[in-house]
């Protein structure tokens, strides 16, 4: 399945991940890269300091390591790299896998982590394998560049975590080399650009809850236990169950983090707005939770698919 995004933070807050894995540091780490005109990235690096306390949500998401003694083929682009070092430390820790990292820059002043990066790989020459990819020396990654980069990988399991375009490099490089979607892990991350909807979101909202007048049952299955709720029109798969005191993974509730994705198992839902999955995802029956208002008389959710 693809991998759901991890992001515990709302519409506008900047890019913040888990940069520790459980089992090997004991304290707790983000990495908040300073964006230009990013309001809270700003605010963070400048107001809060040692001693500060924050309030957080707990960890949420799905883009952890997968247990398998496959190899791993990781690709991160830019701050892409922050949870993807927290699974190359996990993996390192506690397996005796084999990593290879593509980790792709716009220039060497960009790299996050190099000198902690060059440690690890230091400490463990036989297993972790670190392969740079700067744009303005070796141009933007490319879908036959990640190809290249496959050979000796039959059977690895693929973790991608970065921008858009870096994303769709990596993912159309990875199909045109047959790997099987299974195999592909993957957090997605954007920046929307404004508050505002798109006349194309209010007809598509406008559209779906129109259709949203027929459904009466709504199963979902959560962390294992099917819930049979009954349906309000005009609400959203995610607010229902929410509503219901079943509580499923979300994150933005905007339709961009992937963090509430679940697999439609049968009837239909429209959604009001889709900013992250992909065509491929929905041939495959994803769906977003938080956008997706039921259609038909039945509705069945499932969130542990995959
Ligand atoms: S909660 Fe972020 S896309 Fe649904």
Not at 128 to 135: E, K
Not at 247 to 268: H, T
Request: aromatic share 6%; net charge negative; with cysteine.
């Amino acid at each position: 399945m693809p991998a759901r995004s991890c992001w515990r933070f709302r519409r506008s807050w900047p890019r913040l991940s888990p940069t520790k894995p459980p089992e090997c540091e004991s304290e707790h780490k983000v990495t908040i890269k300073r964006i230009g005109g990013g309001r809270v990235s700003n605010w963070l690096n400048d107001n809060v300091s040692a001693g500060d306390v924050v309030q957080v949500l707990p960890p949420a998401g799905r883009f952890v390591l997968r247990e398998a003694d496959r190899p791993l083929l990781l690709f991160a682009g830019g701050s892409g790299i922050t949870p993807v070092i927290a699974l190359i430390k996990s993996a390192l820790t506690r397996t005796s896998r084999t990593l290879k990292l593509v980790y792709a820059n716009r220039d060497a002043a960009s790299i996050i982590f190099e000198a902690e990066l060059g440690e690890l790989q230091a400490r463990h020459p036989d297993r972790l394998q670190v392969v740079h990819s700067l744009d303005d020396s070796d141009g933007f990654l490319t879908p036959e560049r990640v190809q290249a980069q496959l050979a000796g990988h039959a059977g690895a399991h693929f973790y991608l975590c970065g921008p858009g375009g870096f994303m769709e490099a990596v993912e159309q490089g990875l199909e045109a080399a047959a790997i099987p979607r299974e195999a592909i892990f993957k957090e997605l991350f954007v920046s929307p650009e404004d508050d505002v909807p798109t006349a194309e979101e209010l007809a598509s909202t406008a559209e779906a809850d129109a259709g949203a007048g027929g459904c009466e049952t709504l199963l979902v299955t959560v962390d294992g236990t099917l819930h049979e709720l009954a349906y309000e029109a005009g609400k959203t798969v995610l607010q229902t169950a929410r509503d219901a005191g079943v509580q499923p993974p979300f994150s933005c509730e905007d339709g961009y983090c992937s963090c509430c994705m679940a697999k439609l198992i049968e009837g239909e839902v429209k959604m009001r707005k889709n900013d992250c999955l992909t065509p491929r995802d929905l041939e495959d029956g994803w769906v977003l939770a938080c956008q997706s208002v039921p259609q038909t008389k039945t509705v069945k959710i499932d969130w542990d698919a995959g």
